[in-house]
């Protein structure tokens, strides 16, 4: 598939863009680059290659090494809360906004 500049003015008109001349020659040419790698995409055989419905379907089958679940930071929640304008109960404050 390859766009004309007429594809790139109706395009560029569906998206309210303005577009200089230059900019419509070199989006012209970045999307049919772009069409270019997705025709080659499919060109690929896939056939017998299942499709995946979520990536951790993958992880099934494999085990995935975790870190141990441990505090590794000390609790510096005052001195982060020192510069705050407000704070209570070990929480920031902030003003209202929404009534």
Known sequence: MSLTLADIDRLA????LGLQPDERTRLRSQLNDFF?????????DTSGVIPLAHPVDVA????????EDVVSEPNRREANQR??????????????VIE
Not at 83 to 96: Q, R
């Open 13 to 16: 008109h569906l998206a309210r």
């Open 36 to 44: 270019d790698i997705v025709e080659k995409m499919r060109a690929v």
């Open 60 to 67: 099934d089958n494999m085990a995935l090494r975790l870190r």
């Open 83 to 96: 510069s705050a304008p407000a704070v209570e109960s070990g929480l920031f404050l902030v003003p209202k």
